[in-house]
């Protein structure tokens, strides 16, 4: 009886090390301007079948083994004043951590999935920021609308990938994190 007792708590014990090492996340999602478009980016994800870990306020020094970092760029100042931050702070706050990202050999993906809608002088000045920090780049359909993003990559390797909605992010995200050991084909 005891051995039978021992053995159930080892293979319990052995469940919860190895099932936590599998749910370690390979993607840390955090949103650059605090909209809660990240939040959307985390269902794309999960969909996928990609754990993602969400951090409103990832901090350079807040990173675990994580492969690959997504930031989500559209400002909102609701989100801002809710985290208790301005503009500027939100600037430093994702250089220091794209900074941080890069050192550890991080791939840095940029997303801006709301669209035209999502746009404006906020976003617009947090986009100036995101691009120069990622290795690849995902832009739902009237993001681009006045050639922001094409004026911004003119000169560098960085592409523009397209997706005509959120849902639609699925396609290109499967393919940038495939290319970058996340997702299996």
Request: with cysteine; proline share 3%; charged share 25%.
């Amino acid at each position: 009886m005891k051995n039978r007792v021992f053995q159930v708590i080892l293979a319990c014990s052995l469940f919860t090390v190895f099932s936590s090492v599998s749910m370690a996340s390979e993607v840390v999602l955090t949103p650059f301007g605090q909209s809660p478009d990240a939040m959307m980016v985390k269902v794309v994800l999960k969909k996928l079948g990609v754990n993602a870990r969400l951090e409103k306020l990832l901090e350079a020094d807040g990173f675990q083994e994580e492969k690959v970092l997504i930031t989500v760029v559209a400002g909102s100042s609701k989100g801002l004043g809710e985290a208790g931050i301005d503009k500027d702070a939100e600037i430093t706050r994702m250089k220091s951590v794209a900074d941080v990202a890069k050192a550890k050999g991080m791939k840095v993906l940029v997303m801006h999935i709301g669209g035209k809608g999502r746009r404006g002088t906020l976003t617009d000045m947090f986009i100036v920021e995101a691009v120069p920090m990622a290795d690849k780049l995902i832009v739902v359909e009237g993001g681009n609308y006045d050639g922001l993003f094409t004026r911004l990559v003119e000169g560098t390797d960085l592409e523009i990938l397209p997706a005509n909605s959120v849902r639609e992010t699925t396609e290109p995200l499967q393919m940038v994190l495939t290319e970058w050991g996340v997702v299996e084909q």
